[in-house]
Nanobody
C-alpha cells in the first residue's frame, strides 16, 4: 500500500505564493510518476503538474510559468511551488502516485486565493 500526505495549503491573496508538499510512504517502486491535481467547487478534478521517477516534468498550460513541480533529495517527496496565484487557482489540491497501473491519492489540501 501507498500513503500520500499533503501539506502547505492555505489562504493567500492574489499574487502571493504557496508551496505544497506531498510525502509518499509504503511500497513505492523505482518506476512511478507523481502528480498534483486540483478540483474546484462544481468542477472536475484536473491535472496540474506531473513528474516521473526519471525527473521529467509536465505542467498544464493554465499554470505554466507560475507553478513548478519538483523533488528534493528524497525522491518520495514532491513539491508544487505556486507563484503569482490567482483567484481561479482556488481548489482542493490532491497528490497522486501512479505505479504499476494503480493510482493512489492523498486526502487533499485546500488552497484559497482571495483578497
Amino acid at each position: 500500500q501507498v500513503q500520500l500526505v499533503e501539506s502547505g495549503g492555505g489562504l493567500v491573496q492574489p499574487g502571493e505564493s504557496l508551496r505544497l508538499s506531498c510525502a509518499a510512504s509504503g511500497t513505492i517502486f523505482r518506476i512511478h510518476a507523481m502528480a498534483w491535481y486540483r478540483q474546484a467547487p462544481g468542477k472536475q478534478r484536473e491535472l496540474v503538474a506531473a513528474i516521473t521517477s526519471g525527473g521529467s516534468t509536465n505542467v498544464v498550460d493554465s499554470v505554466k510559468g507560475r507553478f513548478t513541480i519538483s523533488r528534493d533529495n528524497d525522491p518520495n517527496t514532491v513539491y508544487l511551488q505556486m507563484n503569482s496565484l490567482k483567484p481561479e487557482d482556488t481548489a482542493v489540491y490532491y497528490c497522486n502516485l501512479d505505479q504499476r497501473f494503480k493510482q493512489y491519492w492523498g486526502q487533499g489540501t485546500q488552497v484559497t486565493v482571495s483578497s
